[in-house]
Structures are given as structure tokens and as C-alpha cells.
């Protein structure tokens, strides 16, 4: 026989006031523990205490970027596209006959440092279970990721774990991965940024909130059962930052069982057919603390929940540590009574536990019962959206000034050819820009059968209606060195990537997400930086007309005084009416016109050429420029639906070479290009510069002036560069043979991490 | 022509494989894996995915789900079956197919476009290939690696019943490099390799997979 844990009760907790609680070690402050007394008129219990610490935390309250993260809203640019907006678990985007697709980037960054492969494989089962709670089948993941130097050790432990984690969740899940990043930078070396997107799409009449209405209504837990992993986790990793003195965390890193996770997301499917839910959330970060306290805080009256009802894996566990467990593939939903025997109908065929916990009611209090003591008795919005505000000091760092004056003037440039065509393989097999095929044929990208484009094309793109061909269009990007230089900027550049690589496929770009990753928002110079680049962020949106949806912030990304590059990853939606009419990106066929679509400056600070080849971060990013962007994603539209472009690629990280050895290599199908039209001449500026809101684009010979005159409608500069064809990539005096280019790109990451 | 598609906890590519079915012209039904009932179909595809988790081995526990008792004795007594991927491993267990799937030898799962060399062309689901036809299509896999004993793998290149092959680098490690085999009479094959991802244009490497389900089709009407 097993002993029932006991708990302290709010009648012990009334009659004890003096207690000394551990507020302290669960991350709370002084003061944020005076306000929870304030707020009950009394001391919490052990279990609101638990409640509190892990609702307040920086990771679910955002207490210290919510001033900041308002601009989205205030500034959010007039769109009649969005149906639900930031602030639910992820924004609804229209995308027309009757569809609607919702998504959102979240981190998953401290657990993939600590534990690699469970850190990661559980950071792709939340974003998935957040994309079910809206009422959608997921459709599509991608993996922002970065990492350390390409040869550091602890690069080799970390990466080859994150990557299998992402592999083994996602392929079991059969969920198709389109996209990502793979990036690294001695900035972040110790701290991983481990980002995931995913997209899922439902009819708007299917759209589902995590709403508790209607007393009477119950309250169900379905999935697995609730373990002892990741406990604290959310407080614990996510809120500070790591140090060796202390002792291994591994423990509070959840496990993953994605075949659960996939007879969940069919589980709900099902009952979201038969409109048996009322209200649903997932439990992530915070466990049934974050679901109960969300779901009443979001609906009309209270919720009751009795606690010793919860399915356990391991009956020790106390009350506290069943309220903040962050066990793996749960949902909450709320049912009516009369529909309560369906809903555990279909549970049942799927084999997934259901189990009523509560019940809505009109007392406007979330209250929690341990075998008929009462454990918790709050209010619910208290716990989970009035948590701590802050107004953070910020300040430009000192060292910014230094920094932006030292540009890349004085960094030798190659000129000659033969020094040229070396440095075009140099980069070309570089760990940033070399081929990431040893990473994402980890991936299973053809799981449902929709995948229309998936890396390393600019965009995943995936096809919505069969009958109709509607599909869309996801690209996530980021620039930490940009953003280092200048968050506002570099935000902003973030954003014209992301918008820009949707563009080229021919898809019109409709919503954004991000994820900002930043290091301590107790350091002025990070927040100063948070709030540049937020700022940024808000303004470019507004000014492109896309709005952001939801997302996610990861502070303290540190180690020590350092902080990680401020890294904003921005990942934005389009839409493509008819998916056959989307461009890839590879040449296709000998005999077509190469041509370059925008402006080429001198713009080297910041760029791929001066990291890799002289570890030169310094100067101004390139300049933005959103009109210069929007033109060119509406030549792309317009060439796209017109059948004129047969490839586009954007041009970005690594400058013209880059995009053109990319374009080769992806079919094997060469060029000839002249540059002398570009950057006045200076080969070097065309190869390398990474000035923005360019395209390297191919018509059919006979195509070529409709392509240039849509071009001129929109004011976007078109120059011809050559003819594709042949077995190498001939750029004036630099002939690059197919399979040298080819082997250069693909040696890299194989020799580093197989 | 009715085509059943089952689905198990887990199995990930059953709308694949459906929707494979219904471009080849067939009509499918969908198969539970709860039933002890096939509904009178005409041939059944075992799709890919990871049934029950593939926790233990993969296949071990999907070969005991109530509706492979009427597969296995329908299959030994001619009814068409495809096992792809996942299902290639249910056949395995199950014994309908000699052999096992074990971990690929890089140890990692490996999504490519594969070209493969049709070596029998009479079985109920390649009859419209012929021998020597070089295809491509996706492989998917963290298991994919086929192994058996040296005699049965002498039985099964001497009797014809090597379906494809791969060409080129074996991808994971298999036995003779074999992808897909079939049993003695023809009319159960199982393969790695995914047909069912390779049969549009728009979303798939080629469409050289169609041909997989058009041959069952054929083969049932003129069986």
C-alpha cells in the first residue's frame, strides 16, 4: 500500500502566516513575494508558491520583455488576414477558400544545451501540441538552429544530439521538416539556440481557444501521464544561466515519447471533427499550473480542479511537483457533460487516457483540491496574466560606438582571379554556407505527401488543397552578427530575409512569427538591445504589412558577462494560390537568361566573407530597405504566376557567389555570367557584398523581356548576367567546375560531425 | 478494384499510400488495425510509419493487431499485399516475408531519393515495371538495413524473389544491397524504399512510384 501525500492546505497556510517559505530558490523576488501575499490577503500554500514561482517566471510571464513585445500590437499594420492575433497559443492567418493556417517559432534552447537529443526532440512536441490547441492539424516543422564554432568540441557533442532529437520526434510524428537554419558563431558556443517552427492549418469555422466556459462544463486531461521529468524546468533552465559550479540539471529536462504524441494530434483531430471541445491547451512549460490557470483566466467564471485524480507514473509525488511537472504529450480540454461520453469514446479507440480533473464553475477563483483539502484558492488571472511587469534599464552599451566604427574597409580583399575563385571555394565549403544536407537528411520531408519545396530551397513549401493547389510558403531567418551591429537593423534584416525568401518562390508573403534570443535582461546592453530590436521588428512590419502573430523570447543566453549575439529569428508565412506556379530555386534547363534583380553596394560589415575569412565582426549592416523588398516581392509574385521565372534564389549570407554556386549545385545545372554590370565593375563587391532585397533569377530566352518589363513597372533594377547551361559555373575569368563546387559544399559538415 | 490501406497507432504514410491508390485509379478503404475484418478488399498496402512506437522492434507488436489474422491467412492464400517501409518490417515479423530490418549501418535516419533496379517484374505490384528499369524514388528510414541468413539469400536471388535493389552506395547497409523482396508466389512484396511518395510531379522526386499500385490494379483484374 502507498502512503497519500499530504499537502499544506489553505487553512493550514491561514493559521501559520510567520511560516518562512522557500520563495527564493523557485526564482521568486522580494517583492514579487510580497505581491502574492497581497494578492490572497494571506501566505500561499506550498502549492500556489509552486504555482506562482513557475507562472512568474520569466519564460511564461515575459515580465521583463512585455513592454517591449506591446509595439506588435500597437503597431501592427491594418490586414484583414488575421483571424486570431497574438497573445492566444499561436495567431489564425486567412489564406482564403475557407482556410486558415496558424503557426509560431518557440525556443527550446537551455534544455538542447543540457540534454541534447531530448532537448531538442521535446522542443519540436511542444511547438506541435501549441499548433493542435488552435484546432489544426500540423502540416510542416522547420529547425532555426545555431550553435558554436563548427570544430569545437562541445559543437560535436551538441549538434549531433539536437539534430537526432529533432530526427527522432518530428519522423515519428510524420510531420514533414521544410526548412531551417543551421548557423554557427563563437557567440554561441555554451548557449544553443534551439528554435522550432510548425504550421498547421484548419478551417476557420475549426479555430479552437483555450477558453474554460460555461459552468458545469469539465475538465479533461488526456494523453500521458504525469511523471516527475522536468519539474521546475521552466524556472530552473529557463531562467538563469549556467555555471559549472553548479551541479548537472539533467534531471529537470523533459523526455519525449513522439508515438504518443502522434496518437494525441489524431486523438484530437477526431474530436475536434465531432466538435466535442469546448476549450483546449496544451501543457508545456508549467504543466497543469500554465493549463488550468490559463484556461480559467481565459474563460467566464472558475474552475475546480481535484488534483488527486490526475494519472500518475509515479504515485510518490506530492501535489507541488504534480502541479509544475512538465511531463510530455498532455492536453487539457474543456467538454460539456452531454458530450463527455464521445469525447472518452474516441479516447479510447486511440488508446489515449482521459480523465475528468475538474469542472468549470462561476466562483471566478481556480481552485485546487487534494483529496478534499483545499490546496489552492486564487485568481486565475493573478497566476497567469498579472504576473510582474518590468521596466528593465536599459542603455546603449559603450562599446557600440567602437564597434560600428570598426568597419571592414581594411580586411584584405582578394583581386586577382585565381585568388577570387579560391575565395568563392573557400566560402562555398565554409561551415555556414556548405551544403547542410548531412543535417536535414536526417528529416523526413516527404511525410504527407504535400511537400512542394523543401531545403535547401529559399522556403518550405507545402500544398494545403489538393483539389485547388492553395498551399503556402515558410522561411525562418536571422542574423545575430547584423543584430550585433545594430539590433534595429538587425531585426529588421532579419525580417526582409525571411519575407524575401518566401518572395522568390513566387509566394505573397502574409504574417510573421519570431523568436527573439537574447542574453540577460538584467544587463542594460542586452536589454538595450531587446528593445532596439523589438522596435525594429515592429516598424519593419508595419511598414511591409505584415503582422506578427505570436512567438516566443528566450532570454539569458549566456555564459558569464558574455552574451550570445542578440539573435531574432523571424520566420514569416506566404501564400501561393496555386503551388504548380512556385519557383525553385535551382537553374533548370540550359539556354535561360540569368539575370540580377536589385542593387549591389559595397556592403561588407557583417557579412559571411569577413567572418570566415577574417573573424572580422565590425561596421554597419547592410542598410535596410523595405520599399526596395516589397517591390521585389511583388515582381515575384507577378513573373511567378505568369510561368517567366524558372528559378529564383534570393541573395543573402555569402553575397552573389554564393547564390549562384547554390543555384548549380541544386541540379547540376551550370551557367556563364558576366559581373561587369555589377557593383560598377569591382568583382569582388559583386561576389560577396550582402546588399539587401536582390534576386538572382532565370526566363527562357523568349521570357526575358516580359520579365523586364514587369520589372521596370516596380522600379526593381534588372541585370543580365548570362546564360545557364553547361557543367561549370563560369563567372567571367573563373571557371568552377559542378563537381568541384560540389565537393567542396558537401565534404564540410560529413568530415566535422560523422 | 478496392484497395485497403491499414492504419495503426503510429503508421504515418496510410493517406500516402491512399492517396497513391486513388491516383492509380483504385478506390481505397481504410483498414483499422483494431478490425478482424479486411471488407472484402482486393489488396492491402501495410503503409510506412512507426507502429505502436516502434517501441521493442519495429513491426513486433503491429504483427499481433487483430486485423493481421485475416491479412496473414488472406496473403497465404493470394491476396496482393504491399508493405512499404514500416510495413516491409510488419511482413518480416509477421513471416509472410523471409528475413528482418535492422538499424541502418551510419546509425542515422536517412531521407534521399534513391535510385533503385527493377529486378522482377511479374509480382502483383510490378508488373507494369520491367527488368532492369532503373527508378527513383524517396527512402526514409532509420531501419532499413535487410539481413538474412546466406542461404536464404541465395534462395531469394536464385528464385527471382529480389524486387529491387539499390544502385550505386548501399544506403544503409543492407544484404546484397536488396530494397524490396517478395514471397514465392508473387503476390506479397515489401520494400523500403517509398513508391507511394513518388507519384506527383509537384511533390515527389519522380513520379516512377505510380506504377507500384497501377500494376496491382491490373494484376487483379486479370487474376
Known sequence: MTSVQTSETVKQAEATPEVEQPYRELGLKDDEYKRIREILGRRPTSSELAMYSVMWSEHCSYKSSKVHLKQFGDKAPDTDALLVGIGENAGVVDIGDGWAVTFKVESHNHPSYVEPYQGAATGVGGIVRDIMSMGARPVAVMDPLRFGPADAEDTRRVLPGVVAGIGGYGNCLGLPNVGGEVVFDPSYAGNPLVNALCAGVLRHDQIKLAHASGAGNLVVLFGATTGGDGIGGVSVLASETFDDAHPTKRPAVQVGDPFMEKVLIECCLDLFAADLVVGIQDLGGAGLSCATSELASNGDGGMTVWLDRVPLRDSSLRPEEILMSESQERMCAVVEPAKIDAFLEICTRWDVLATVVGEVDGSGRLTVEWHGETIVDVPPRTVAHEGPVYERPYARPPWQDALQADGPSSLARPTSPAELRATVLRMVGSPNLASKSWVTDQYDRYVLGNTVLAQPEDSGVVRVDESSNLGIALATDGNGRFAKLDPYAGAQLALSEAYRNVAVTGARPLAVTDCLNFGSPEDPDVMWQFAEATRGLADACLELGVPVTGGNVSFYNQTGDVAINPTPVVGVLGVLADVRRRVPMGFASPGEVVVLLGETRDELAGSEWAHEVHGHLGGLPPRVDLAAEKALASLMAEVAAAGVATAAHDVSDGGLAQTLAEMTLRRGVGATVSLDEVAGGDAFVALFAESVARAVVTAPADRVADLETSAATYGVRVTRLGTTGGGSLVVGDIDLAVDELRAASERTLPALFA | ?223
Request: hydrophobic content about 40%; glycine content about 14%.
Open chain 2, 1 to 223: 478494384m478496392r484497395v485497403g490501406v491499414v492504419t495503426f497507432p503510429g503508421s504515418l504514410d496510410d493517406g500516402d499510400a491512399a492517396r497513391a491508390v486513388r491516383l492509380a485509379g483504385g478506390e481505397t478503404v481504410r483498414l483499422w488495425h483494431g478490425d478482424d475484418s479486411l471488407r472484402d478488399v482486393d489488396a492491402v498496402v501495410l503503409p510506412g510509419g512507426f507502429s505502436y512506437g516502434d517501441y521493442l522492434r519495429c513491426g513486433a507488436i503491429a504483427r499481433f493487431a487483430p486485423v493481421m489474422a485475416p491479412l496473414v491467412d488472406a496473403a497465404r492464400g493470394g491476396l496482393p499485399v504491399l508493405g512499404i517501409c514500416n510495413g516491409f518490417q510488419v511482413l518480416c515479423e509477421s513471416h509472410l516475408l523471409p528475413g528482418a530490418l535492422i538499424r541502418n549501418d551510419h546509425r542515422k535516419f536517412n531521407c534521399v531519393d534513391q535510385e533503385l533496379a527493377v529486378e522482377n517484374a511479374s509480382t502483383a505490384w510490378t508488373g507494369g515495371y520491367s527488368v532492369g528499369q532503373r527508378v527513383v524514388v524517396p527512402l526514409k528510414n532509420g531501419e532499413g538495413g535487410y539481413v538474412a541468413d546466406e542461404a536464404t539469400l541465395d534462395r531469394l536471388e536464385g528464385e527471382g524473389q529480389v524486387v529491387v535493389r539499390y544502385v550505386g552506395d548501399n544506403p544503409n547497409g543492407s544484404y546484397r544491397s536488396i530494397a524490396g523482396i517478395t514471397n514465392e508466389r508473387g503476390n506479397v512484396v515489401g520494400l523500403m524504399p517509398h513508391p507511394e511518395h513518388a507519384v506527383e510531379e509537384l511533390t515527389g522526386p519522380s513520379t516512377d512510384g505510380l506504377a507500384f499500385f497501377t500494376s496491382v490494379l491490373t494484376a487483379a483484374v486479370t487474376a
